[in-house]
Every structure is written in C-alpha cells, then in structure tokens.
C-alpha cells in the first residue's frame, strides 16, 4: 500500500477507537506537534460524518419513494357501503318520521323539555334537478339525485330552486351529541351511520316522485354483514324508533374503470420493490403485457441457467471468454443491479424481512419470490395479462367489471373460466357469479373467500341487459385480438435480439481470428529476433529466417504467450559446443495506473520498436501484465476513457524493474491518433486503434445485452406472479403467497 | 409505531421503516409550507433535509425525546424553513414559532449550524464518482464488512475493496485540504 493509503488506514483506525492506549498517546502526542497531521485527522473525521449524511439521505429519498409509491394506490380507499333508497320509503309521512329532527338548522329546539329534538347541524344544497346531480356530504355521505326527481304536495314537478337539506351521524360522537339512539323498540342495534335527507323548495316542502330513487352512499372502513336499512319513526317521547328494516340493496356503482387496479396481485408490490418506476403506467402497462402464456416462452425466462448470481457471470458467457484471448472484465455481463440488491439482502440477513417487520406488501413480495424457484409451467389455463387487457379498458366503463366490488374479487381469481364466469354474466349481479365461484363450479382457487363474497350480496350496476350482453362479445373478440398481438410482438423482440447475438458472437470470433494472427506474427518476429540475438552473444552467425510455415502454424495452435520460452531454449541447445548455457530471461512486466477503477474502459499495449505489432496486456487486478523479452525496448501504451473523454499515457518499459507507474493524460480523440501513430509502426498503430474501435462497439454491445438481461431477470423474477397460485387452491404449497387483503 | 419504535428505528443503519412512517406527516407540512408562501418543491426539500437532521439527531447518544416526535419533526421542518427564508430576505423575520421549548429550540439552532458544515461536504461526496460514494457509504453508515462490499459491488476481493475505499477517501480528502 501507499504511503498516503496508509496514513489514511491509521488515521481511520484513531478515529474508530481501534488504537490500544499506548499507541493512541503516542498519536495524540504528535497530533499535538504536527498541525497539518492534525488537519487530516479533522478532515477524514468530517468526510465520515459527510458520507454518513449522504447514506441517510438516501434512505431518505427511499422512504420518499415508497411513500409516494403507497400514496398513489387508489384502490387502498375504502370503498362505500351504497344503500338504495326506493321512492318513498323516507318520503312518505316524512313530516311524520322526521319533524323532530329540527327546521331550524342552527337553534336546537330545547323547548321541548328533556326529550329534546335532535340538534345535528344541517348542510344545504341548492341544485338545479332539470338534470341528475351528485352531491358529498360533510362526512362523505354521497346522493346520487335523478333528474326531475322532486314533486310538491299537490304532485307538481319543481325542478328549480331545490335545496337538499341532509344530516348526517356517521360517528359516534356526532350521534351521541345529538341524542339520537340507535333503539328498534326494545332491540339495540349496531349502526353504519343514520342520515336524514329533506327536499325545500322556498317554504315548501317536496317529496320524491313515484319511480324515482335516490342512491345513498353511506362510507364506511368495514363492511359488516347483515347491515340493514331501517326507516325512522318518531316516538311520543320525542325519539326516533327504528323500524321496518329492509335489507340493503347492494347495487354497484361503476368508477373509472382505468383507475382500478387489475394487475396481478404481486405485480405493483414486486415492481415497486425491485425499484421500478410504478408511477409511470406506461412503463407498467409495457411490461405488464409483455406477459403472455406459453411454455417456450416461459422457459426461457425461467430457465435457471440465466441467473448465477454472484458466480461471476453467465453460461452463455463462460463460452464467450474461451474465445477471448485477452478475456478483459468488461465482456462478462453483470448481473443486474436489482437482482443483485435483491440477493444481497439475502445473503446479509436471512430474515431481514422479518426482523425489521417491513410492511406486509414486502413480505408478500418476498414470498413470491422464495417460491421462484419451483415454477409451474403449463399454466396457460390461468388468467394472463391479455385476458385482463381486454376488459381494462374504456368500453367496459360502466359495467359491473368497472367497479370496486369486482377488483376485489379479480384479485382472487385465478383461472381463466373463473373471469369469463363474470365475464358472461355482465348482465345478473355479482353474487351469481360468485356462488358459480364458491360451489366449486368453475374451476378457482379461493373458495372460501368467493363464499363470503357471495354472503355480500353485491348486485350489479343499474345498465340495461341488452348492454351488458353487447359488452360480453366484445370482451371475447377482444381477448383473441391481444393475446395474439402480445404473443407476436414479443416473438418479434427477442428474435430481433438473439439476432443481434449472433452478430455480435461473429464479430467477437473475427476479432479473436485477427488478434490470434497478430499475436502469431508478432511470435513469429520475436521468436527469430531473439534466435538472433542469442546467435549473436554466442559467437554464432545468424543464418537467417528460414521458417518451416507447415510446423509453423501448429505452434502457434497450441502455444499462449505462457510457453514463448520452450522453442527458444530448445534452439539452444542445439549448439552445445560452446559449452555456455545461453538463456533469454523473460521478465514479468507489471503496469500500475493510478485509479484504475475510476475509468470506464482502459487498455494496456505494448508496442516494442521493432517491425510487429502490438500487444494488449492482460487485466489483473488493478494491474496490467505481460512478460517482456530482455533484448527488446517496449513502449507502454495506455488508452483508457471515461464516458468519451479519452486519456492517454505512455512509457517506456524499465530495465531494472518489472514495474511501471503510469500517468495518464486527457486527450482528444484526434490528438490521441496523431499520438498512437507516432509512437508505433503504422501497422501497429492502425492495429491498434482498431482494435480499440472494436472493444467500443463490444461495450456499446454489452450495454444492449446488459438491459437484455436485467429485462430478462425482471422478467423472470416476475413470472411467479402469474404462475403461482395462492393457498386457497390447496397445491402443494407450491407459490404460497398469501393476496393482500385490501378489504373492499 | 409508536414514536419510541421510531426512534429505534431510525437508530439502526437501515432507518427507512421509521422513516417511511415519518413521511405520513409530510402532506401536514406541505400544507402548512404552501400556506406560508412556500412551493411543494421547498416542501419536500424543507421534508427530505428535517428527516435528515433527525436521524442525525436521534443517533446522538445525549437525545432524549421530550415532546412528541411529530412536533419534533415539525419544530425542525419550521425552523429549516425560517432560516431558508430569512436567507432569501433577509428584512424580515417569519412570524410563526417553532412550538418547541425554548431549550429545544435552541439546541436545535446549534445542532444546525455544526451540520451545515457537513453539508457543505457532501458536495466534495458528489466528485468523487459514483461508485466511490456507494463503496464509502456501504462502509461508514450501512456499516457492511469489506467482504461484503467486495460481493456487493463487483470487486474481485475484499482486500480489494479495502484499498479502493483507502483511495477513495484520498480523493475526496484531497478534494477537501487543496480545493483547486
């Protein structure tokens, strides 16, 4: 290590307290004389505390991420427990159920005693009802009012100057201030929320016509069974008896249907924790759909073979590299960064999960992933992302598939026939399709959980069937349509892309062939200037070059620059008269560049004086070597490039040691030709500067690959979430994921 | 969690669980930053750089938490943005108090000014490339072993790495001592 490198290691060990105590007076002893020790000391203490801001700024901005991530799951909301008020139930006798509740909005009537009315304060709502209108309560109670739905007493349409007077007691604080009691004659009763709607016009008040209803959506966290809708009646004592209960009508209410989630359970979580971007539906959508069923296909990502991490790249690779002679670090495909991070923690804390209770999204994730490993193929009868794109569109807007009610079943779903049973009954409410589901009529996981869906009642939305059943066909038409276009599109990727694979193994394998002939040139030369200058020292003329090509050629097959030595030293020996052992040293030539790793690319050659050409040096470490042959001068060229700046740095090689330092230099890429010509043979050097437009193409190359891959990893990685079944189907524990029960 | 587990939480070398669940204050103070004539963009650097003093803060083995820790966060969100105002303008003085206790409060001051300091570091973090950065974090806060880093990172041995975070830390203390 470096004298500087070492003065930091020490300084380090003081300021982690790793000193014993002598050494540590002894420290602090010249602190106190060295002032600018002292500064180095302060200096790495406060690059310390700044890397460790810097590492919590991250986790900051992670935290930041997932949070927003969190945010942006719309369908985490709790949906409406939505009641339907048939004409007539609150609006007959309603000055008879509800007198009591008070006109006057802001003067509790306390006049009456200790049976007071009851004081809730009143919202009003001037609407126009030529057309129907939505409106919010305060407390998230939401009426949907159909046009001209109001008559006054005399049974004359008011559509104009319409107030909606509306209280609600949702909470329990609300209802027990306002005295109102949640009594059905002697019967106490468990409560979602108690409202009271009126309609003024002026002084007059109105009433719902015959035929009209108004939808009441009542909000609630939990859906509770066996809720019921009671009607308000007012006792002599000034309290309200609940009565005639009617079960709730669970009609749907159809949202925007590209708001709900139907990916894959899994997906987003899987997605989000491999780091993606989720809040770009595009890019979701993309990968999402780039999903389709068949076995090859799945194979291919599945294949194990594909990821050995941390072994040090691929088996398609390992292939590459008996090719390569110089075998240099970049040609090995890295791993991608997720997979990566991914094994790492594993690696680090088997049960990091666990132990740092992350969120339950997290854990589920990871039990997708634990099961990757145990694929199940031939799951074409599962529900792929085409059957979901061709009904997660704008033309099922308005069906019971637009709704919250049916998201949450879509993700218990999990074969094909289970979807289409909905599919097809577009036009009965949802519980017949889910009593299909709990009677085990269809093949499904879950059936437990789609009989309590069938328990909810949940009806459909208020559309003509004649609708509902154009809707069906179009949805079968249009699940042909995309799984073909999904099969064809990907078939057409990935072809484009081992095409390109095989391009890229051609010119890896010209560019073996060329440097196999420069190396043999440059054996050949070397191998005759040596015999030369050993003839020489020995007293014996040189008798020329007179090279046998046939033999030739299986030397060079056979040899690596390891065995240069063995034909010179059999030479040699071939003239033992003299009595003189003559031996050429070859000496381990040792190139350093001074951070090394802080460039993206860099390359060694040395170029010796004479006639041959180049040689590219191997990459050890975070050195360069090469032997170098005594009785030659070389010349140490470094080319190295970081983005696109090219850096340039040349020497000459030592005859005492076998080490180089090297400097390099920025440089232009047009000063670094004038440069590489001037300091080697033109072969060379035009050699050379080929060779380096080759290894640019090869990394350009790589980086394709490298998105290849980690799509590939991804998409991998992502498989189980539409080949795995959750326990509900009773398999072999095989996929065991437990769905995110997100209520309803 | 409660605001102890938080703490805790926030104590470890893998602080994002507290965090995540500090982040459910953050549309609070967004609010309250776009009511005092800020922009989301302040708000969230206001947000991002408060977490960052807290979890400095709470590392401090003399922290005790004395108000709620949302108040905390808050009464350092606040105090953050006060001196990012008065650096804009310096006339006039923000008229909202922290709702800490005046010792708090000033403790806090002066935490601040020590860490501006470091701050004003974590630029220098910022030359020394990429790579560099993660192999010093991944050994001074996430605390990881060479070995690890070495798997984690590509280097062919820890030894490696060890003499790669030396040269690193050269860099940048390099950066530091001669700024030129």
Same mark, same amino acid.
């Given at each position: 290590?470096?004298?500087?490198?070492?003065?930091?290691?020490?300084?380090?060990?003081?300021?982690?307290?790793?000193?014993?105590?002598?050494?540590?007076?002894?420290?602090?002893?010249?602190?106190?004389?060295?002032?600018?020790?002292?500064?180095?000391?302060?200096?790495?203490?406060?690059?310390?505390?700044?890397?460790?801001?810097?590492?919590?700024?991250?986790?900051?901005?992670?935290?930041?991420?997932?949070?927003?991530?969190?945010?942006?799951?719309?369908?985490?909301?709790?949906?409406?427990?939505?009641?339907?008020?048939?004409?007539?139930?609150?609006?007959?006798?309603?000055?008879?159920?509800?007198?009591?509740?008070?006109?006057?909005? !802001?003067?509790?009537?306390?006049?009456?005693?200790?049976?007071?009315?009851?004081?809730?304060?009143?919202?009003?709502?001037?609407?126009?009802?030529?057309?129907?209108?939505?409106?919010?309560?305060?407390?998230?109670?939401?009426?949907?009012?159909?046009?001209?739905?109001?008559?006054?007493?005399?049974?004359?349409?008011?559509?104009?100057?319409?107030?909606?007077?509306?209280?609600?007691?949702?909470?329990?604080?609300?209802?027990?201030?306002?005295?109102?009691?949640?009594?059905?004659?002697?019967?106490?009763?468990?409560?979602?929320?108690?409202?009271?709607?009126?309609?003024?016009?002026?002084?007059?008040?109105?009433?719902?016509?015959?035929?009209?209803?108004?939808?009441?959506?009542?909000?609630?966290?939990?859906?509770?069974?066996?809720?019921?809708?009671?009607?308000?009646?007012?006792?002599?004592?000034?309290?309200?008896?609940?009565?005639? /209960?009617?079960?709730?009508?669970?009609?749907?209410?159809?949202?925007?249907?590209?708001?709900?989630?139907?990916?894959? /359970?899994?997906?987003?979580?899987?997605?989000?924790?491999?780091?993606?971007?989720?809040?770009?539906?595009?890019?979701?959508?993309?990968?999402?759909?780039?999903?389709?069923?068949?076995?090859?296909?799945?194979?291919?990502?599945?294949?194990?073979?594909?990821?050995?991490?941390?072994?040090?790249?691929?088996?398609?690779?390992?292939?590459?590299?008996?090719?390569?002679?110089?075998?240099?670090?970049?040609?090995?495909?890295?791993?991608?960064?997720?997979?990566?991070?991914?094994?790492?923690?594993?690696?680090?804390?088997?049960?990091?999960?666990?132990?740092?209770?992350?969120?339950?999204?997290?854990?589920?994730?990871?039990?997708?992933?634990?099961?990757?490993?145990?694929?199940?193929?031939?799951?074409?009868?599962?529900?792929?992302?085409?059957?979901?794109?061709?009904?997660?569109?704008?033309?099922?807007?308005?069906?019971?598939?637009?709704?919250?009610?049916?998201?949450?079943?879509?993700?218990?779903?999990?074969?094909?026939?289970?979807?289409?049973?909905?599919?097809?009954?577009?036009?009965?409410?949802?519980?017949?399709?889910?009593?299909?589901?709990?009677?085990?009529? #269809?093949?499904?996981?879950?059936?437990?959980?789609?009989?309590?869906?069938?328990?909810?009642?949940?009806?459909?939305?208020?559309?003509?069937?004649?609708?509902?059943?154009?809707?069906?066909?179009?949805?079968?038409?249009?699940?042909?349509?995309?799984?073909?276009?999904?099969?064809?599109?990907?078939?057409?990727?990935?072809?484009?892309?081992?095409?390109?694979?095989?391009?890229?193994?051609?010119?890896?394998?010209?560019?073996?062939?060329?440097?196999?002939?420069?190396?043999?040139?440059?054996?050949?030369?070397?191998?005759?200037?040596?015999?030369?200058?050993?003839?020489?020292?020995?007293?014996?003329?040189?008798?020329?070059?007179?090279?046998?090509?046939?033999?030739?050629?299986?030397?060079?097959?056979?040899?690596?620059?390891?065995?240069?030595?063995?034909?010179?030293?059999?030479?040699?020996?071939?003239?033992?008269?003299?009595?003189?052992?003559?031996?050429?040293?070859? !000496?381990?030539?040792?190139?350093? #560049?001074?951070?090394?790793?802080?460039?993206?690319?860099?390359?060694?050659?040395?170029?010796?004086?004479?006639?041959?050409?180049?040689?590219?040096?191997?990459?050890?470490?975070?050195?360069?070597?090469?032997?170098?042959?005594?009785?030659?001068?070389?010349?140490?060229?470094?080319?190295?490039?970081?983005?696109?700046?090219?850096?340039?740095?040349?020497?000459?090689?030592?005859?005492?040691?076998?080490?180089?330092?090297?400097?390099?230099?920025?440089?232009?890429?047009?000063?670094?030709?004038?440069?590489?010509?001037?300091?080697?043979?033109?072969?060379?050097?035009?050699?050379?500067?080929?060779?380096?437009?080759?290894?640019?193409?090869?990394?350009?190359?790589?980086?394709?690959?490298?998105?290849?891959?980690?799509?590939?990893?991804?998409?991998?990685?992502?498989?189980?979430?539409?080949?795995?079944?959750?326990?509900?189907?009773?398999?072999?524990?095989?996929?065991?994921?437990?769905?995110?029960?997100?209520?309803? | 969690?409660?605001?102890?587990?938080?703490?805790?939480?926030?104590?470890?070398?893998?602080?994002?669980?507290?965090?995540?669940?500090?982040?459910?204050?953050?549309?609070?103070?967004?609010?309250?930053?776009?009511?005092?004539?800020?922009?989301?963009?302040?708000?969230?650097?206001?947000?991002?750089?408060?977490?960052?003093?807290?979890?400095?803060?709470?590392?401090?083995?003399?922290?005790?938490?004395?108000?709620?820790?949302?108040?905390?966060?808050?009464?350092?969100?606040?105090?953050?943005?006060?001196?990012?105002?008065?650096?804009?303008?310096?006339?006039?003085?923000?008229?909202?108090?922290?709702?800490?206790?005046?010792?708090?409060?000033?403790?806090?001051?002066?935490?601040?000014?020590?860490?501006?300091?470091?701050?004003?570091?974590?630029?220098?973090?910022?030359?020394?490339?990429?790579?560099?950065?993660?192999?010093?974090?991944?050994?001074?806060?996430?605390?990881?072993?060479?070995?690890?880093?070495?798997?984690?990172?590509?280097?062919?041995?820890?030894?490696?790495?060890?003499?790669?975070?030396?040269?690193?830390?050269?860099?940048?203390?390099?950066?530091?001592?001669?700024?030129?």
């Amino acid at each position: 290590m470096r004298p500087e490198l070492k003065k930091i290691e020490i300084i380090e060990r003081y300021l982690n307290n790793e000193f014993n105590e002598k050494d540590k007076a002894e420290f602090e002893a010249r602190l106190k004389k060295d002032p600018k020790l002292k500064a180095e000391v302060e200096a790495q203490k406060d690059l310390m505390e700044a890397v460790k801001r810097q590492g919590i700024r991250q986790s900051v901005k992670k935290a930041e991420k997932s949070f927003k991530f969190q945010k942006s799951l719309k369908w985490m909301i709790p949906s409406a427990v939505v009641v339907l008020i048939a004409a007539g139930i609150l609006w007959l006798n309603q000055a008879e159920y509800f007198s009591h509740f008070g006109f006057d909005s !802001t003067i509790p009537k306390t006049e009456k005693g200790k049976n007071s009315p009851i004081y809730i304060p009143q919202q009003l709502f001037s609407i126009d009802n030529e057309e129907a209108i939505v409106v919010e309560g305060k407390q998230g109670i939401v009426l949907a009012i159909p046009e001209e739905a109001f008559e006054d007493e005399q049974g004359n349409l008011v559509t104009k100057g319409v107030t909606i007077l509306l209280k609600e007691a949702l909470d329990a604080e609300t209802i027990l201030k306002s005295g109102l009691s949640t009594m059905a004659d002697s019967n106490v009763l468990e409560t979602a929320g108690m409202f009271e709607l009126r309609a003024i016009s002026g002084d007059d008040e109105l009433r719902l016509r015959k035929g009209k209803e108004i939808l009441v959506s009542v909000p609630t966290d939990e859906r509770l069974e066996g809720m019921k809708l009671y009607d308000g009646e007012k006792l002599p004592n000034g309290t309200i008896n609940w009565v005639n /209960p009617k079960p709730i009508e669970n009609y749907l209410i159809p949202e925007d249907i590209l708001t709900l989630n139907f990916y894959k /359970p899994g997906f987003m979580d899987s997605l989000h924790y491999l780091g993606k971007d989720t809040l770009d539906k595009n890019y979701v959508d993309s990968l999402f759909y780039s999903f389709y069923c068949e076995e090859g296909f799945l194979e291919y990502f599945a294949s194990d073979s594909l990821i050995q991490p941390r072994a040090g790249g691929f088996n398609e690779n390992s292939e590459e590299k008996k090719l390569e002679i110089g075998g240099s670090e970049e040609n090995s495909i890295e791993i991608s960064e997720e997979v990566q991070k991914f094994y790492f923690f594993r690696r680090m804390e088997p049960n990091w999960y666990q132990s740092n209770k992350i969120s339950e999204n997290d854990s589920a994730f990871v039990g997708i992933l634990d099961s990757s490993a145990q694929l199940n193929f031939g799951k074409c009868s599962l529900i792929w992302p085409a059957d979901i794109k061709a009904f997660w569109n704008v033309e099922f807007q308005g069906s019971n598939l637009a709704t919250k009610e049916f998201e949450s079943r879509m993700k218990f779903l999990t074969h094909k026939d289970a979807l289409n049973v909905y599919i097809q009954n577009l036009n009965k409410p949802l519980f017949y399709s889910d009593s299909l589901l709990a009677n085990g009529i #269809v093949e499904n996981c879950n059936k437990e959980k789609f009989k309590s869906f069938y328990a909810r009642r949940d009806r459909q939305v208020k559309v003509k069937n004649e609708a509902m059943r154009k809707l069906a066909s179009y949805y079968r038409l249009r699940r042909k349509i995309y799984a073909k276009t999904i099969k064809d599109s990907q078939e057409k990727f990935w072809k484009k892309q081992s095409e390109l694979d095989g391009k890229r193994l051609k010119s890896v394998s010209q560019n073996n062939a060329k440097n196999l002939k420069i190396n043999a040139q440059n054996l050949r030369q070397e191998f005759n200037e040596s015999l030369k200058e050993a003839n020489k020292k020995l007293g014996i003329r040189y008798r020329g070059n007179n090279p046998n090509k046939g033999q030739y050629r299986t030397i060079v097959r056979t040899l690596g620059w390891r065995n240069l030595d063995r034909p010179v030293t059999y030479r040699i020996k071939l003239s033992p008269s003299l009595g003189e052992n003559m031996k050429i040293e070859y !000496t381990k030539l040792k190139v350093e #560049v001074e951070d090394v790793d802080s460039f993206d690319r860099i390359y060694c050659y040395m170029v010796s004086g004479s006639e041959f050409s180049f040689r590219r040096m191997l990459r050890k470490g975070a050195n360069f070597e090469s032997k170098t042959n005594e009785f030659f001068n070389y010349k140490i060229i470094t080319v190295a490039y970081k983005n696109d700046q090219a850096y340039f740095g040349m020497k000459r090689s030592p005859k005492d040691t076998g080490l180089v330092r090297m400097d390099l230099k920025q440089i232009s890429s047009k000063e670094l030709t004038v440069q590489l010509k001037a300091y080697a043979k033109p072969r060379a050097s035009s050699d050379m500067l080929e060779d380096l437009k080759f290894k640019k193409l090869l990394i350009e190359d790589n980086k394709r690959r490298r998105v290849n891959q980690s799509l590939k990893e991804l998409k991998r990685s992502l498989i189980p979430v539409f080949t795995n079944l959750n326990s509900g189907c009773g398999e072999s524990g095989v996929g065991d994921i437990q769905p995110i029960d997100i209520g309803n | 969690m409660e605001d102890q587990k938080i703490v805790e939480s926030l104590k470890k070398n893998r602080p994002e669980p507290g965090l995540k669940k500090l982040y459910h204050y953050y549309p609070k103070f967004q609010n309250w930053v776009l009511a005092k004539g800020g922009t989301k963009a302040d708000a969230q650097d206001i947000f991002q750089e408060a977490l960052i003093i807290l979890v400095r803060k709470v590392s401090d083995p003399n922290f005790s938490l004395t108000s709620k820790l949302s108040t905390y966060l808050f009464g350092i969100c606040k105090l953050l943005w006060r001196n990012e105002l008065k650096k804009k303008n310096k006339s006039q003085t923000p008229d909202w108090n922290l709702d800490l206790v005046e010792a708090e409060e000033s403790d806090l001051e002066e935490f601040l000014k020590k860490e501006s300091k470091f701050e004003k570091l974590e630029k220098v973090l910022q030359d020394i490339g990429d790579r560099c950065r993660q192999l010093l974090i991944l050994f001074y806060y996430r605390s990881l072993s060479m070995q690890e880093i070495a798997d984690n990172m590509d280097f062919s041995s820890a030894k490696l790495a060890k003499n790669q975070k030396y040269k690193c830390m050269e860099r940048a203390k390099k950066k530091i001592m001669d700024p030129s």
